[in-house]
């Protein structure tokens, strides 16, 4: 393997990105791949692409604006089930 060096984009290892460790991946151009010199992941950019999606499924609210009263409507409607972890003891 060739001396490290980032590629054109600077892609995380989506394998490290699981572990929700941030760590650059290297680009060997010889082999038009990128590997990840800490857990050993190596893929094409392609691979890289479909793990990230694959990432971004666990966040479907990733977009999503949430306002102080869309958490409290959401708490009560957990108290209306008898549900409700946020209220003290009196
Ligand atoms: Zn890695």
Request: glycine residues 6%.
């Amino acid at each position: 393997m060739a001396q490290g060096k980032t590629g054109k984009i600077n892609y995380r290892c989506p394998q490290c990105l699981f572990r929700t460790i941030d760590y650059d991946l290297l680009y060997d151009r010889d082999a038009d791949q990128y590997y990840c010199r800490r857990c050993n992941w190596e893929g094409d950019e392609m691979a890289i692409l479909a793990l990230y999606r694959v990432y971004k499924q666990q966040y479907p609210d990733m977009l999503k604006r949430w306002t102080v009263e869309a958490i409290l409507a959401k708490d009560e409607e957990a108290g209306a089930t008898g549900n409700a972890p946020n209220t003290m003891p009196s």
